[in-house]
């Protein structure tokens, strides 16, 4: 690009850059920098304990890691956070199953059709998340639409079986009902980046394929899925990152033998009131989520280069 | 029937059932919310009443009234930040920081809410006390400008995505013609990047307000007395239960969401066609013009 000679280029320039660049490190950096001093920070009844004092002439490190070794020993926190895995790991292998084939044959349908297909999936983005959730627990209590449904066939001795649900007939408040939520919701974000990833692909790739003697089956495999690596990456990690601290829908979908992070981060802050322990939760959550959205960030910015 | 009918016949089928499950809990609000019952989820006839008790709902009508200032203000910060993000991102590409620059942009759109509040309350309300113990008063309250500040950090970074996504669609040739014909690099921006871009700013805008409109979590940490937003009442009454209001206020959402969506893809559509127009032409006559 051409550069016009002049200050006020560099002007241009830098405030182009500098103020989203100022806004971001002063509310999103900076905030979770609080939040790591506060986590080995005493409470003081009302206040906080600073770690670092002026007393008698000397600085005084006033640092506990009192919170880190409770996270550490309890088996409470501990299981907290391989649940909250578990549930998140689960639902994004639910969301990549369903949402798989169906961006796939999404971006096989007659290029006419395509948006309002692309249009549908991203209506209920629209409507209010929440209540979208809410409308669950109308359907999966008791005589509920889906609950009367599931009954019917019989699919709830089966969760029964499989330990999902404490007995037929109980889907609400199990961990059935919500990895059913949370795959409900998150679904969306798995099928769009797949799917602008796949309407993108080559076709001739596979016509070749079938002329080098490889069945429909063998060239999905072999060329589809990796070729497709990048849109599975991205939608993985759409799922996965906030799931792991989901609080709204365990709140609403949840029950007392699904406890999720993010929920016992609300109660040690609201509940409890106790601001160091809820921020060292969050620097654990942190970084239990700090590689998966590394690499988010890594395929975002691959995907710009590309694109440019 | 041959091997390629059963295949449509199974593609047909996983659609049909998919967009079933993304769409049923949807059809059942609405219908629940004419239900002449409390108990949600028995049907006992058609009826208005949950409606018009609406009207009279003053402590959601508040709610409605902040959450829809808080997005109106969300969503125009939200598009002036994001489009200066992805302009950095697009034009300058490499710059000091220029990594951590994109992992502060995408980190909030998968990042779970829970620590962003958390994390931007307790920074505010250490601002505060600093404020407090330095010149008497605390800054800023909690209330609807922290709530306004958390969503903004949110719909930031969506903004950016939408338009980032435009700009790099966009030929550089037409800005570079426009500079070497003598324009100003604001002019610049406002009579040739600006139109092209028009469309993705809308979609950001309406993107972000919905967002700002919906949200519960960052609202919940961020919030103070007085200060309630919609979501934030909706989200206390679904706890306790099932509530007709909440089907009455989905269910008036989702019309409005409708008929905006359906307006607007269509305004959008023929705009879009137009703007696709006037771009190649451009691009054509530079083509012409260079020898």
């Known amino acids: 690009m051409k550069r016009p000679a002049g200050l006020a280029w560099l002007r241009g320039r830098s405030a182009v850059i500098g103020v989203p660049y100022a806004w971001l490190l002063v509310f999103f950096l900076l905030p979770f920098l609080v939040v790591a001093k506060i986590s080995v920070s005493e409470m003081e009844t009302t206040t906080i304990s600073d770690i670092v004092t002026w007393k008698d002439g000397a600085i005084a490190f006033n640092v506990k890691f009192g919170n880190y070794l409770l996270l550490l020993s309890d088996d409470l926190y501990f299981k907290t956070y391989v649940s909250s895995l578990k549930y998140a790991a689960v639902t994004t292998l639910l969301c990549l199953v369903i949402g798989y084939p169906f961006a796939y044959f999404m971006a096989r349908t007659r290029r006419t059709v395509q948006p309002a297909l692309l249009m549908l999936v991203m209506l209920p983005f629209w409507t209010s998340f929440l209540l979208r959730v809410y409308a669950w627990k109308a359907l999966l209590t008791e005589h509920g639409l889906i609950a009367d449904a599931i009954e019917a066939v019989g699919f709830d001795r089966l969760l029964a079986a499989a330990g999902l649900i404490p007995g037929p007939g109980q889907l609400m408040n199990t961990p059935f009902s919500l990895v059913l939520g949370m795959t409900y919701t998150y679904l969306p974000f798995m099928i769009l980046p797949l799917y602008s990833n796949l309407a993108k692909m080559d076709l001739r790739l596979l016509e070749a394929a079938s002329d080098l003697g490889a069945t429909a089956w063998t060239a999905f495999w072999t060329v589809t899925v990796p070729l497709s690596r990048a849109g599975i990456i991205a939608g993985t990690m759409l799922v996965f990152i906030p799931c792991v601290g989901e609080y709204v829908i365990p709140e609403l979908l949840g029950g007392p033998q699904t406890q999720m992070i993010g929920r016992t981060l609300w109660d040690e802050f609201f509940s409890n009131n106790d601001w160091p322990m809820a921020c060292s939760v969050a620097v654990a959550m942190i970084l239990l989520v700090i590689v998966p959205i590394a690499v988010f960030s890594r395929y975002q910015a691959e995907a710009t280069e590309r694109a440019t | ?291």
């Open chain 2, 1 to 291: 029937m041959n091997a390629a009918a059963w295949n449509r016949a199974f593609a047909r089928a996983w659609l049909v059932l998919g967009y079933a499950f993304l769409y049923v809990p949807i059809v059942a609000l609405v219908v629940y919310s004419f239900n002449d019952s409390p108990v949600a989820n028995l049907w006992r006839g058609f009826t208005l009443k949950w409606y018009v008790a609406l009207a009279s709902d003053q402590e959601l009508l508040a709610g409605l009234a902040l959450s829809l200032q808080v997005a109106l203000s969300t969503a125009c910060a939200a598009i002036v930040l994001g489009t200066l993000a992805a302009f950095a991102m697009t034009r300058y590409r490499r710059f000091f920081g220029s990594t951590l620059f994109a992992g502060m942009i995408a980190a909030p759109l998968v990042m779970p809410e829970v620590i962003i509040g958390l994390s931007l309350l307790l920074m505010l309300v250490s601002l505060q006390r600093a404020t407090e113990a330095a010149f008497g008063f605390g800054f800023p309250e909690r209330g609807m400008l922290t709530i306004w500040l958390g969503h903004l950090l949110l719909g930031m970074a969506y903004a950016t995505v939408v338009v980032r996504a435009r700009l790099q669609t966009l030929n550089p040739q037409l800005e570079e013609a426009a500079m070497d014909l003598g324009a100003r690099p604001w002019q610049v921006f406002w009579l040739v990047t600006l139109p092209m871009i028009g469309q993705a700013l809308l979609s950001a805008f309406l993107l972000t307000f919905t967002l700002s409109l919906d949200d519960v979590v960052l609202s919940a940490f961020l919030s103070g007395p007085g200060a309630t937003t919609m979501p934030l009442v909706i989200f206390s009454r679904a706890r306790l239960g099932l509530n007709p209001s909440v089907n009455a206020v989905a269910t008036i959402i989702i019309a409005i969401v409708a008929v905006g969506v359906v307006v607007a893809s269509f305004i959008m559509a023929r705009g879009e066609r137009r703007r696709a127009e006037d771009i190649a032409a451009a691009n054509r006559a530079l083509t012409e013009s260079t020898p």
